[in-house]
């Protein structure tokens, strides 16, 4: 049976135009699930946290009892209204919040500025035994920064590399990756940000900005494609997670997809052990103006 990392994962030759976001591959069809496939993912949220739960802790106990470096990263990309906070939601609602590091990057301050795009980064990764998610990465250097001409085409260009030798480093430094940029339609986007506009307990989410960058849809597609061929490495491969679909299904597939490529399965011999798994994709959220690193 193919994997779900198998199932998402993109290669060098990748397409986005290709893959359908409203797909869900790896989900069970309703022979499985039934006509209420909302109500039967609900059913299959609470195992699914609680099997969450047990690997975050056996994750922060190998960092406590026996030094163990290993920790993981889930990085988020996506379009504007792509689903990165309700992802987060529902992959970290189930664990200690004493053993998550979750982090939102916006535009760089001018601190950040004085320093090289990755700076930031490192300061913000998570310690030993965590587990960490960023809401918006290191990728915005390669996908806000290119579309909107803060830096040179050559800047841009070369932080392929750079990246690809930080998340190098990374994974030689006990932690697993999983990377994953959450796709939306283009007419998704539009439903969803016309629902904040009309839906009162959603009116803070809006941002006239975000419409701005949906004028540019087609050369923020451009952008993933390229940052997802460029930088899908096999120690560090991307993903692309159909987002789309919506409600509770999508939530649990989701959460089933980094339970699948990202979590470190642990056991117990005389010690703790956890094995290591890398795992790929993106996420970018915001479109206000950024003023880019040189």
């Known amino acids: 049976m193919t994997s779900v990392r198998a199932l998402l994962r993109v290669g060098p030759a990748v397409d986005l135009s290709g893959i359908d976001p409203r797909s869900t591959p790896g989900l069970p069809g309703r022979k499985v699930t039934g006509d209420d496939v909302k109500g039967w993912a609900r059913e299959q949220l609470t195992p699914l946290g609680a099997e969450l739960a047990r690997h975050q802790e056996m994750l922060y106990a190998a960092a406590k009892a026996s030094g163990d470096k290993r920790r993981l990263l889930l990085v988020l990309q996506a379009m504007d209204c792509g689903g990165k906070d309700g992802t987060i939601k529902k992959v970290a609602g189930a664990m200690n ?4 590091h979750i982090v939102a990057f916006g535009p760089p301050t001018e601190e950040e500025r004085r320093h090289d795009f990755l700076w930031r980064i490192r300061r913000a990764l998570p310690a030993a035994g965590r587990v960490g998610a960023f809401n918006r ?3 915005e250097d390669v996908l806000v920064a290119r579309v909107d001409s803060l830096v040179t085409e ?3 260009k070369s932080r392929y590399w750079q990246i690809n030798g930080f998340e190098q480093e990374l994974v030689n430094n006990g932690y697993a ?3 994953v ?3 939306i339609s283009y007419e998704e986007q539009r439903a969803r940000l016309l629902e904040r ?3 009162p307990t959603k009116h803070w989410k809006y941002n006239p900005a975000d419409v701005d960058a949906r004028a540019r849809w087609a050369d923020y597609q451009a952008a993933y494609q390229d940052a997802l061929s460029r930088c899908g490495t096999d120690h560090a491969p991307g993903t692309s997670c159909r987002a789309t679909a919506s409600g509770t299904a999508t939530g649990r597939w989701r959460t089933s997809c980094w339970r699948h490529f990202g979590t470190c399965t642990c056991r117990t011999r005389s010690r703790i052990l956890i ?3 890398s795992a790929g994709g993106w996420r970018r959220t915001a479109s206000r103006r950024w003023s880019g690193h040189e």
Do not use: E
């Open 181 to 183: 940029m959450l796709q």
């Open 177 to 179: 990756l999983v990377k």
């Open 197 to 199: 506009l009309t839906d």
């Open 154 to 156: 050559r800047t841009w």
């Open 97 to 100: 919040p004493l053993g998550l």
């Open 275 to 277: 094995s290591r798994r």
């Open 137 to 139: 990465s290191h990728y």
